[in-house]
């Protein structure tokens, strides 16, 4: 399969730190076996904003790259401007209809016709916990309410430890603080506010509870925290120098990297107030339009690569992720993997599963960017209170919705 055309493919991602490296160079090992050359093209940034932008630059100046991970609703953006490669034969050859649950394969849909492979389900809300600072301070018991939570910080912080890891950094401050507000708000909320910019749900009182306890966050960080890139942090958990992250689960990418297992280095569970419900994001990678038989039979390689059986094992045991396809048998994987597939499946029942708004799964990037710039300057200013950066998440909203 394939070798008959063996061809170029260039491929666009912000996967570079040590997890999403060892997850991505399954794929690169996957292509290359296939007779197919690797233009690697990383742009550096958690959580892709800096990627997005120069791959418009790119596309914009007429010469995009073969692939490039996306994330959501955006993918159908690209899809007007007219530039995507439809992946009809290799979809239906391979069935990506039979095998992917309707939510997931309608986001990678433009005009019915797939125009990106699905790889992954992340979790993002997970908290990171170091297992022998939670067995230290706090007699391992993981906190469930947000009470126990900050409770467990005050302990964790008297004992010398940093007991929040973050980075300040405007994605890393939506992540944590959507996940405060599903875990303070809960799911219907959540949904209302964030998912149908619904303004009363967005200016309510609830949302100020969101920024107030978000806020309070901030007294159990250390002095290194601005600007932090987020696999640092992880690596600070990892250390045993910092109690917690919060964070999506490509931060067990890291911990599997440097051969952590959870129970017995750490522990990940649920963030508090979100143990019934699920926060997801769907990584994929998107086809441009391709000129060349050999450039066009290496993207259908890689396509189909991509929503192979093997590939979506392999790499999901490297990335942290659940694989996209339900039927990867998940006998390989850990337990945290285990209980994000079954909190899932829990989710998708009983309607508590949530599109993450800071990783694109919930709002075009526009208004994303506006409820980037309200939560952010919100952290970092020590003088606006929550009630004001209600009121201009609110006003924020309705200028770009
Ligand atoms: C992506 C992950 C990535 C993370 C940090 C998220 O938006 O879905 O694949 O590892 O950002 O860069």
Same mark, same amino acid.
């Given at each position: ?22 997850? $991505? ?5 996957? +292509?290359?076996?296939? #007779?197919?050359?690797?233009?690697? !093209? ?16 790119? %596309? ?21 401007? #007219?530039?995507? %490669? ?15 649950? &309707? ?7 433009? @005009? ?16 990171? +916990? ?12 993981? &906190? ?18 940093? =007991? ?9 401050? =939506? ?25 009363? =749900? ?7 509870? %969101? ?5 309070? $966050? ?6 290194? +925290? ?15 120098? %910092? ?19 959870? #129970? ?10 979100? @143990?019934?419900? !699920? ?25 189909? $690569? ?19 396809? &339900? ?5 390989? !994987? ?9 909190? !899932? ?12 708004? =800071? ?43």
């Amino acid at each position: 399969m394939g070798q008959s055309h063996a061809g170029n493919v260039e491929v666009l991602h912000y996967w570079t730190s040590g997890g999403e490296a060892a997850a $991505l160079a399954v794929l690169q090992k996957m +292509m290359k076996d296939e #007779g197919h050359t690797w233009t690697d !093209f990383a742009v550096a940034g958690g959580g892709g904003e800096t990627a997005m932008t120069v791959l418009k630059s790119r %596309a914009i100046s007429g010469n995009p790259p073969s692939a490039s991970m996306i994330a959501g609703p955006e993918i159908s953006q690209w899809g007007d401007l #007219g530039v995507l %490669a439809k992946l009809d034969t290799v979809s239906a050859s391979e069935r990506w209809d039979q095998l992917l649950p &309707p939510v997931v394969a309608d986001i990678h849909k433009y @005009q019915g016709s797939y125009v990106a492979a699905p790889v992954n389900v992340h979790r993002i809300n997970w908290m990171w +916990m170091n297992k022998s600072i939670l067995d230290e301070v706090n007699g391992g018991k993981v &906190p469930q309410t947000w009470d126990e939570f900050f409770a467990y910080m005050d302990k964790a912080k008297q004992s010398g430890y940093v =007991a929040f890891a973050h980075g300040g950094q405007d994605w890393q401050d =939506a992540t944590v603080f959507e996940q405060v507000a599903l875990g303070v708000g809960g799911n219907e909320w959540y949904q209302q506010a964030f998912v149908q910019l619904d303004p009363k =749900a967005l200016g309510s009182d609830t949302m100020t509870q %969101a920024f107030t306890t978000f806020k309070k $966050l901030k007294s159990y960080m250390d002095q290194g +925290m601005p600007g932090r890139d987020w696999n640092l942090s992880t690596s600070m958990v990892i250390d045993g120098k %910092a109690a917690v992250q919060i964070m999506g689960d490509w931060a067990k990418g890291e911990f599997a990297a440097a051969g952590k297992q959870p #129970g017995k280095d750490y522990v990940c569970a649920a963030v508090p107030g979100t @143990q019934d419900a !699920f926060t997801f994001n769907v990584d994929a990678f998107m086809m441009f339009k391709q000129q060349g038989q050999d450039a066009q039979a290496a993207q259908q390689d890689l396509s189909r $690569l991509l929503m192979s059986k093997a590939f979506q094992e392999e790499f999901n045991l490297k990335k942290g992720s659940i694989p996209a396809r &339900p039927d990867v048998s998940l006998a390989r !994987f850990d337990s945290c993997a285990k209980q994000s597939m079954a909190d !899932f499946q829990a989710s998708a029942k009983s309607g508590t599963l949530v599109p993450s708004f =800071a990783h694109a799964m919930a709002m075009q990037p526009e208004v994303s960017g506006a409820v980037y710039d309200v939560v952010t300057n919100f952290f970092n200013d020590n003088d606006m209170n929550a009630a004001a950066a209600t009121q201009r998440l609110v006003s924020a909203i309705e200028l770009v919705k």
